[in-house]
């Protein structure tokens, strides 16, 4: 059974500073792994996709990593800005489309 | 393009009471998926259909939840009767397709349930 693990758990910073968020996964046959952003109350809003042929993925100041064979995936945030703060969730995508999440890293980024 | 549509957004209901949710995909989405995240946590895939059909439901509740997709469109949820336990928000979300470059989810804005 997967099972995904995301640390820290929460994070607070100051505005501008590059920060990293991990995930780690039990089982890396996995087709793809992606990131989200969750505001409160709200629905998720997909960040990067990463297939399980690829690397990483860059969208504007967010990169995904993903190494398969250790299971881990990280998550990097250049420049944060208080626009940033919300929960960060890691999904994993294993055979039979089955998304499994991690529980989350709640992102505070103090102005 | 219109996202993934949910209603309610909110729902209160008391224990032993039914309530039913409602998505609408993504408009040519073949797979659509129900989630159940409780407060603290991620979601939890409840269940996910390929047009009409189920793929999956190995993680429904399914002496008191059931879900349908009749025509591969719209989706209901229901749960009867509700426990304190199922307070949670249940997401849906949908995707092209189950394999390859077609199955990124994307999802709606979830209805949140409390049971009282």
């Known amino acids: 059974k997967q099972e995904v693990t995301q640390i820290p758990a929460a994070l607070s910073v100051p505005e501008g500073e590059n920060l990293v968020l991990n995930c780690s996964f039990t089982?890396?046959?996995?087709?793809?792994l992606q990131w989200f952003r969750q505001d409160p109350g709200k629905g998720l809003t997909s960040l990067l996709l990463?297939?399980?042929?690829?690397r990483e993925q860059t969208s504007g100041r967010l990169n995904a990593s993903l190494d398969k064979s250790s299971g881990r995936s990280t998550l990097y945030i250049a420049a944060s800005q208080p626009g940033d703060s919300a929960t960060y969730l890691c999904?994993?995508?294993?055979?039979?489309?089955?998304?499994?999440f991690g529980g989350g890293t709640r992102l505070m980024v103090k102005p | 393009e219109a996202g993934v549509a949910q209603s309610p957004r909110y729902k209160i209901i008391e224990k032993r009471q039914s309530v039913a949710f409602w998505c609408n995909p993504i408009?040519?989405?073949?797979?659509l998926y129900w989630y159940q995240q409780i407060l603290g946590q991620g979601p939890k895939l409840l269940i996910q259909?390929?047009?009409?059909?189920?793929?999956?439901d190995s993680q429904l509740p399914k002496d008191r939840f059931s879900a349908e997709r009749l025509k591969g469109v719209d989706s209901t949820l229901k749960i009867q009767p509700a426990k304190l336990e199922d307070s949670a928000v249940y997401l849906c979300?949908?995707?092209?397709?189950?394999?390859?470059?077609?199955?990124?989810?994307?999802f709606g804005p979830g209805t949140r349930l409390t049971v009282l």
């Open positions: 999904a994993v995508n294993n055979a039979g489309n089955m998304l499994t």
């Open positions: 259909f390929q047009n009409n059909g189920v793929v999956d």
């Open positions: 408009s040519g989405h073949a797979t």
């Open positions: 979300a949908s995707s092209l397709g189950l394999t390859g470059n077609y199955n990124e989810q994307f």
């Open positions: 990463i297939q399980s042929s690829q």
């Open positions: 089982d890396s046959a996995i087709y793809n």
